[in-house]
């Protein structure tokens, strides 16, 4: 008996493949500028009063519209508090902001630091907030990208049409 052929259900697998794969890829990029953003003393990026600003940063990965994934936001401990304002600032500012990016295009990467007062600390105080992440991020895709293609090539390369 002959086997049948099923394009269909192939180009289905691979976009599952191509899915996936792209949304772990931005995923451990989210991961990697919250903690690029978090863990840093505070001579390198801003002291610590409540928390909350270090307690807001978080990112999302998008598909078409909707989450695919999500993390950040833990709470930190600091002398005055202990980042739960934050943490839900970070969560609230992230839910707004993803409204607006979610049309854009089919996958989107955000990460927000919550805090109404972020933007000043990075200008007014001269401090790094999301800056040196963004600009370390945007230098890191061409490689992430690289590996992506590679990987979706080697299991798309795995499927059969049959």
Known sequence: M???????GYVVKC??????????????????????IRDRAGDKSWYDHTGNLRSSVGYIVLYEGKEAQRGGFMPTSAPE??????????QNYLEETSKTVAESS?????????????GVVEAMDNKDVLASAELWARGKWPEIERKLKTKIEEEIDKLEIF
């Open 2 to 8: 002959a086997k049948r052929i099923d394009p269909a």
């Open 15 to 36: 976009n599952e493949i191509i899915k996936r794969l792209t949304i772990r890829a931005l995923s451990e990029l989210g991961e990697q500028c919250v903690t690029k």
């Open 81 to 90: 508090g202990n980042g739960s304002k934050g943490k839900q600032e970070g």
């Open 106 to 118: 089919d996958f989107s990467l955000v990460v927000v630091a919550g805090m109404n007062y972020a």
